[in-house]
């Protein structure tokens, strides 16, 4: 219901299934509606309606509610309802009740057309795609493409790598390129089906970081993030919408809360104060929450002056903090789609985006904990231009096979990025990118791919991008915390560039399980201080029992 327009007589009757139906007869009267607590709150309530309705406080409008809806005092209740009543009402909200249903995962469902089970045609896809790309190697690797497949099937992830399989086997259809980024790239799995076109043997990804038992087990399902030319993504979203039904797919939303400046900003509006003036004033308004936005303005000294002791001003800055957490307007994140074997709307609420998609009222954490599974559709103007590029091409009879194509054997390419004439090559043409190719005298596949991701911001900073090109340049020894790391490091001589690298070095050092580095991982990504100190004792322990010293 909470997804509909409008609630009506007939969608009440349709899904009536769980609410509670009350008659009212002569001897009992309808409990107040109430949407304040306080006489004090209605002029704030009549703020709320006149932000909702694009209208000023004292303006009538058809949607506005008029009368008053405070929560009655007890003598009130006495003299207007009984105990009777009163007695009822309690009846009523003890039964209303309501529990998520946390930790399930409810993947899309597939049917493989041949009739056959999900698992069964994930595997024989898997393989066929294992002997496709590596011919007569393909024995070497089988035992891990088996364990990927064992784990996928122990949490029921085929039906997500089927779906994915599927939508882009459309997308080739169409003649729609993509490339598959993050973990995903890290699965044998995702290579032999297709979905990506990185090996993950050959730049040794670690399987782990995308698939593993602890991360399911905290309802953390990786999703597959999937790049498309810019000028096709839309297209892509429309192709899954009409493969699945808006009944099973959706955009995820949410909904951005006031801030400080919003707050005080649409207050002021209702009061009466026009759009020029609002955005004058706004300017001066610190980046705060709504809450603390009148105590922030009250320390700039440069505002002393200014009409914010002037009403409509000081009325909007005053009420601003009452909206503090109150949801905005609704907010679209670049384009993640979540599809579901059960209806969306029993899932989260959705309501209809500028561009007409169903989309979640649940943001991105809420949707996946109700156990929906994410696909990301992004957009890149890299793939647009190789595009373009290989029709020019075509029209000059030259058709390059760039399944097969391998740049990084041209000793051509690595005397143009090292010499720093990579500008307007997708990924690494910014100046600071340029000059660290320079500075590294980058002439390996391996090492350019190291630093992209030293360059990142965080972590990754300038002492150690001095660091890794000094010692790519052999002007610095290169050293390992321990010697047990160098298996992990030595491509990277010795800089922990990557997430893979904190999975390897749990491994490799402490012997921690893969699924606990992960969640490790995944807590220093986002300075989870709690788990980091968790598993950071996990570590040490684990590290003593292999007989690592203190030291």
């Known amino acids: 219901m909470l997804s509909a327009p409008r609630v009506t007589p007939t969608l009440l009757a349709t ?11 002569d001897d009992h009267v309808a409990p107040p509606e109430i949407r304040y607590c306080s006489h004090e709150d209605r002029q704030k309530f009549a703020i709320i309606q006149s932000i909702r309705t694009l209208s000023r406080l004292h303006e009538k409008h058809a949607d506005k509610r008029t009368g008053h809806f405070h929560w009655p005092s007890a003598a009130e209740v006495g003299q207007r309802w009984g105990e009777h009543a009163i007695r009822a009402t309690h009846e009523i909200a003890e039964r209303c009740n309501f529990a998520f ?34 011919g007569d190697r393909a024995h070497l690797h089988e035992t891990q493409l088996h364990e990927e497949l064992g784990i996928s099937t ?54 782990r970081r995308f698939l593993n038992r602890e991360r399911i087990a905290l309802n953390k399902l990786p999703d597959i993030d999937i790049d498309f030319a810019h000028d096709r993504k839309d297209d892509v979203v429309d192709l899954i919408f009409g493969r699945y039904g808006d009944a099973h797919t959706a955009i995820v939303g949410g909904f951005n809360t006031y801030q400080g400046r919003s707050a005080v900003a649409d207050i002021a509006k209702v009061l009466g104060a026009s759009e020029f003036q609002i955005r004058c004033l706004t300017e001066h ?24 002791h002037e009403d409509p001003y000081k009325t909007a800055l005053e009420m601003a903090a009452f909206l503090d957490g109150f949801p905005s307007h609704a907010k679209m994140p670049p384009c993640v789609v979540v599809l579901s074997r059960v209806p969306i709307a029993t899932l989260t609420p959705t309501f209809r985006s500028a561009k007409g998609y169903p989309t979640t009222h649940f943001d991105m954490d809420a949707v996946e904990a109700v156990g929906l599974v ?49 500008r307007g090559v997708h990924h690494i043409e910014s100046p600071a990118m340029i000059s660290l190719a320079r500075m590294c005298n980058v002439r390996d596949i391996d090492c350019l791919i190291a630093i992209v991701s030293v360059i990142r911001p965080g972590a990754a900073n300038g002492a150690k991008k001095s660091q890794f090109a000094r010692r790519a340049q052999g002007l610095e020894p290169v050293e390992y915390a321990h010697p047990s790391l160098e298996s992990c490091l030595v491509s990277t001589f010795g800089v922990v560039a990557y997430e893979e690298h904190i999975l390897q070095i749990c491994e490799a050092f402490a012997g921690l399980s893969p699924g606990r580095a992960d969640v490790l991982r995944r807590a220093l990504v986002k300075q989870t201080t709690a788990t980091i100190e968790e598993i950071g004792r996990e570590f040490i322990v684990a590290a003593q029992a292999r007989g690592r010293t203190d030291e």
């Open 285 to 308: 308004v610190p980046h705060t929450t709504a809450a603390h936005v009148a105590e922030a303005m009250a320390e700039r000294q440069e505002c002393s002056e200014s009409p914010w």
């Open 101 to 134: 249903e946390f930790g399930r995962l409810r993947f899309p469902r597939f049917t493989p057309e041949d009739g056959s089970m999900p698992r069964e045609f994930l595997a024989r896809l898997a393989f066929d795609g294992l002997h496709r790309r590596y």
């Open 15 to 25: 899904h009536s299934e769980g609410l509670i139906r009350v008659e009212l007869n």
């Open 374 to 422: 994410k696909m990301d559709i992004l957009a890149q103007g890299g793939l647009a231009v190789i595009r373009d590029a290989l029709a020019l091409l075509s029209e000059r009879g030259i058709t390059p096979d760039l399944e097969n194509l391998q740049p990084w054997e041209d000793a051509q390419i690595w005397e143009m990025i090292a010499s720093g004439n990579a």
């Open 154 to 207: 122990e949490v029921g992830y085929e039906e997500y790598f089927l779906t994915t399989w599927d939508i882009l086997q459309q997308c080739q259809h169409c003649g729609i390129a993509w490339i598959t980024r993050g973990s995903a790239a890290n699965s044998l799995v995702c290579y032999c089906l297709g979905i990506s076109g990185v090996c993950p043997i050959r730049f040794e990804l670690y399987f």
